[in-house]
């Protein structure tokens, strides 16, 4: 029998703003790690691979081991969910790890989707809604995966954070011209970010070129406005709650027994915003859905598959 306590596993979600990573030694996580973004969608491949490798030997300096001690690294990355594009993820980061001498013994590459799932369940079937910079749904049901959203913000992802601070932002151009109502948005933007200044509406067009801000980052304002009153701000954050709704309403249609267990994870949800409280009781409108806490974050998802791989081949190559 498998004595977990004797092996050593790194965990890393790697998300659209932010990437974490722990290392699970003597069966207690024993180093975490906070970095930017891995999304290949935002920094491609061969980014997103050298920034998981630093976390994994970043990750190994804290706890004072060598990365060859690792039995298991379980990685989950935004944006990658066909098996090509997790293969070559895998392999570009152990041939990056050959290039610095650095030992990788098993590495599982795989979207982050699926270790939120699995942490937030552990392992059983459910519906868990991730809300994040992207917005995605992701159920299990008698070991089948259904899948819905998770498109990326340039033909989806509604209600996601891009979404929101994307939506927030055309409203406040709109306001501008003269073709919708002004909002309070817009004085927030310019307070924000220096080089706009809503005298030159064509500033916001510069500020955004030049990358001083992403849609994602303009969400917490659409969030304040919406909460102090402001209507196309608070419409905006009702949307996003009914168009999240859908995500898990889509899914338990391929559920044969209901109602199914619904967890919602992402920063937004970790931040118990506005748009968690609206979302919260969109769901339980649905009489389809129950609403449950998860059990575990995306991190545990990653250990716990990290584990099967441990039990199913003990001598890992």
């Known amino acids: 029998m498998i004595n977990i306590k004797d092996y050593t596993i790194i965990g890393i979600d790697g998300g659209g703003t932010k990437t974490r990573g722990v290392i699970f030694r003597d069966g207690k996580v024993q180093s975490e790690l906070v970095a930017g973004t891995t999304r290949i969608g935002a920094v491609g491949v061969g980014e997103s ?51 610095q001498r650095t030992v990788i013994n098993e590495i599982l590459v795989t979207s982050d989707a699926e270790i939120a799932l699995e942490g937030a369940f552990e392992g059983k079937d459910g519906i868990m809604t991730i809300v994040g910079t992207g917005s995605i749904a992701l159920g299990k049901h008698k070991n089948h995966l259904y899948r819905c959203g998770g498109w990326g913000i340039e033909l989806d992802d509604e209600g996601s954070g891009a979404w929101i601070g994307r939506e927030g932002l055309t409203a406040v151009v709109r306001g501008l011209d003269g073709r919708g109502k002004m909002t309070v948005l817009a004085k927030e933007i310019e307070n924000m970010y220096p080089t706009i200044n809503l005298t030159e509406p064509r500033t916001i067009v510069k500020a955004y070129a030049e990358r001083a801000f992403e849609y994602q980052n303009l969400t917490p304002s659409v969030m304040k406005c919406a909460a102090d009153g402001d209507d196309i701000c608070r419409d905006i954050i009702n949307s996003a709650a009914q168009h999240l709704a859908e995500l898990p309403a889509a899914i ?21 915003t506005l748009l968690k409280n609206l979302l919260e009781n969109e769901i339980m409108k649905n009489n389809d859905l129950r609403l449950v806490k998860p059990k575990g974050s995306a991190l545990d998802g990653a250990i716990a598959i990290g584990v099967k791989m441990i039990q199913n081949d003990i001598e890992l190559e």
């Not at 298991?72 to 790890?97: C, D, F, M």
């Not at 209901?258 to 967890?263: F, S, Y």
């Not at 919602?264 to 970790?270: A, C, P, Q, S, W």
């Open 49 to 99: 691979c050298e920034r998981t490798l630093n976390v994994i030997t970043e990750l190994c300096n804290k706890s004072g081991i060598e990365t060859g001690e690792v039995d298991a690294i379980v990685v989950g990355l935004a944006g990658v969910w066909l098996e090509e594009e997790k293969l070559r993820s895998r392999n570009l980061i152990k041939t990056l790890a050959r290039s």
């Open 252 to 272: 338990v249609k391929n559920f044969k027994s209901k109602p199914a267990d619904v967890a919602l994870m992402g920063g937004i949800i970790d931040a118990d």
